[in-house]
């Protein structure tokens, strides 16, 4: 039996489907079945390279800048 995938690799409901297609396919009916991935990309338009959110050596803990007010 040949089974073709079709994922996006950094979707989370990806990821639980690929967990729960290996835990059956562990069992007896998961014999001689191969498994085709198939890459696929949910949203086309997003760019391909990540943007820093913050600042290089800011953390998540540091003062906001000048001219915000925190929270209380």
């Known amino acids: 039996?040949?089974?073709?995938?079709?994922?996006?690799?950094?979707?989370?409901?990806?990821?639980?489907?690929?967990?729960?297609?290996?835990?059956?396919l562990a069992g007896p009916a998961g014999t001689g079945a191969e498994v085709v991935w198939r890459p696929f990309r949910i949203d086309p338009t997003r760019p391909t390279r990540r943007f820093p959110s913050r600042k290089p050596g800011a953390t998540r803990w540091s003062t906001p800048p000048s001219g915000t007010a925190r929270r209380a």
């Open 1 to 24: 039996m040949r089974i073709e995938i079709w994922a996006d690799v950094v979707c989370a409901w990806a990821f639980i489907g690929k967990r729960r297609l290996e835990k059956a």
